[in-house]
Nanobody
Framework: QVQLVESGGGLVQAGGSLRLSCAAS????????MAWFRQAPGKEREFVAV????????RYADFAEGRFTISRDNVKNTVDLQMNSLKPEDTAVYYC???????????????????WGQGTQVTVSS
């Protein structure tokens, strides 16, 4: 199992930036990919971005493309999400997730992931 702990959430004005970080511990060697999801009140958890743990390739949700950047440091065992040009609709709890297996076309679905962090709140004021 991999344990995940998120940090870096907070309150920011629209147009501002935040950097989230996720620290991973445990059986890191089993990790294939790491991702960020988010969940706003009354909404389903949605995919934000994913990074391949070994080669660093990335994919983003349409709303994140060009504003958010996911990166990993597989020496420090962290995955970060740099969020710029934040909008009020980005307000949500952001979760870090680890996938132990190649998920193919399902990387954007929560069911593909095996371990989850506790989440960190991001609030963007207008």
């Amino acid at each position: 199992q991999v344990q995940l702990v998120e940090s870096g959430g907070g309150l920011v004005q629209a147009g501002g930036s935040l950097r989230l970080s996720c620290a991973a511990s445990g059986r890191i060697a089993n990790v294939y990919a790491m991702a960020w999801f988010r969940q706003a009140p009354g909404k389903e958890r949605e995919f934000v971005a994913v990074v391949n743990w070994s080669i660093g390739s990335t994919r983003y949700a349409d709303f994140a493309e060009g504003r958010f950047t996911i990166s990993r440091d597989n020496v420090k065992n962290t995955v970060d999400l740099q969020m710029n040009s934040l909008k009020p609709e980005d307000t949500a709890v952001y979760y870090c997730a680890a996938d132990y297996h190649y998920s193919g076309g399902t990387y954007h679905t929560a069911d593909a992931y095996d371990s989850w962090g506790q989440g960190t709140q991001v609030t963007v004021s207008s």
